[in-house]
């Protein structure tokens, strides 16, 4: 081998040219050990560190907001199937701090509203549009359908200032009688007027009904004007309940239940068929829901009194007697007359022409 061949392998690392190329561990490596390990941790200029410590700080920041933004976008994606799954209540109120901390969405507040509207929350989609949705930029197609919304929001509150005048002009000392005759005439002539909301109408002539199928028809009435009146789904079951079709009004507690799972009138609903059909804790359970969610409902207090009564909690049942009776609506008769034994439970319930 000759001298300069000798000096090419000495000095063959390519980088360099003052060391062998380290074949260690790779045979076909051009670099000396030196030279690659320099090659490797590359020297960072300095003149790039401020703007590498912006990018880090922006990295970091963006990372602690990820996880809420990521929350609020998984909701905005399913909050209707989480709404199919009872958590209506819950979904549109979490829609709403999403809107909070992201004001300038208009995609959020526009589902808000929507999703507000389609299950008949009205007092929420009202709130929301004029909180998130005034003075902002919305596409053709979009500012139609809001339009729209704010059409049957005109006529639903219309209708309740129409009936809101005519209690303002009785006085406390009319004759109850007489006051149900002229708030049912004032319903009988908005029926009339296409520019009321006539679902609303039809739940109150309920209200003034003195049939029990004239009730039940003007409640079905209201419902095919507006299929998510949860109030009016739980009046009629009630009616189907004393009328002795306890699996007819099981399905309209049902219905309300499958979009929001605590709502108050269909759990005391729910608790009672539980109680009449022999399953007291089932009952207990239902009526528990319904006294936390709203225990203001009609007759939710006086259920959950009832079904703690019949669980043997004495002592929680006394609470709630006393509770009701510093809210002014004390147990009536009938009620004290179950809780005495004085009357069944079917016959507290059911209607004796019913069964």
């Known amino acids: 081998m000759d001298e300069q061949t000798i000096f090419d392998e000495l000095c063959s690392c390519e980088m360099c040219r003052q060391a062998p190329a380290d074949k260690t561990e790779n045979p076909h490596s051009r670099l000396c050990r030196r030279c690659r390990e320099q090659a490797i941790h590359y020297p960072f200029p300095w003149i790039f560190l401020p703007i590498a410590l912006a990018v880090l700080a922006l990295t970091v920041f963006a990372y602690t907001q990820m996880p809420k933004d990521l929350a609020d976008y998984r909701l905005y994606a399913t909050a209707e199937t989480e709404i199919e799954h009872g958590m209506l209540y819950d979904t549109l109120s979490q829609l709403e701090q999403a809107a909070q901390r992201h004001p300038d969405s208009t995609d959020l507040a526009v589902r808000l509203v929507t999703l507000s509207m389609d299950y008949g929350c009205y007092d929420f989609a009202a709130y929301s549009m004029n909180t998130y949705l ?132 269909a759990c005391r609903g729910m608790a009672i068929l539980s109680l009449l059909n022999g399953e007291k804790e089932e009952a207990l359970t239902w009526a528990q829901t319904a006294y936390e969610s709203n225990p203001d409902a009609v007759y939710v207090r006086d259920t959950y009194l009832v079904i703690l009564s019949e669980n043997g909690k004495t002592q929680e049942a006394e609470q709630i007697k006393q509770e009701m009776a510093d809210a002014g609506t004390p147990v009536e008769e009938d009620t004290q007359a179950l809780l005495n034994g004085e009357i069944t439970v079917r016959e507290y319930y059911l209607e004796e022409e019913a069964l």
């Not at 902002?136 to 809001?146: I, P």
């Not at 704010?150 to 007489?178: C, F, H, K, M």
């Not at 419902?223 to 079951?237: H, V």
Request: negative net charge; proline residues 4%; glycine residues 6%.
């Open 134 to 265: 005034t003075g902002k930029s919305l596409s053709d197609t979009v500012y139609g359908e809001m339009i729209h919304y704010q059409n049957i929001l005109n006529r639903y509150y219309d209708t309740l200032d129409e009936l809101q005048a005519v209690s303002d002009q009785l006085g406390d000392d009319t004759d109850p009688e007489l006051a149900a005759v002229i708030f049912k005439e004032k319903l009988q002539d908005l029926e009339k007027d296409p520019d009321m909301y006539q679902p609303l109408i039809w739940y109150y002539l309920a209200q003034f009904s003195e049939d029990p199928e004239e009730y039940k028809s003007c409640l079905l009435r209201c419902l095919e004007g507006n299929p998510m009146d949860f109030t009016a789904m739980s009046d009629l079951g009630t009616r189907l309940r004393r009328d002795g079709d306890l699996e007819g009004a099981r399905s309209y507690y049902e219905q309300v239940l499958h979009y929001e799972k605590t709502e108050a009138l």
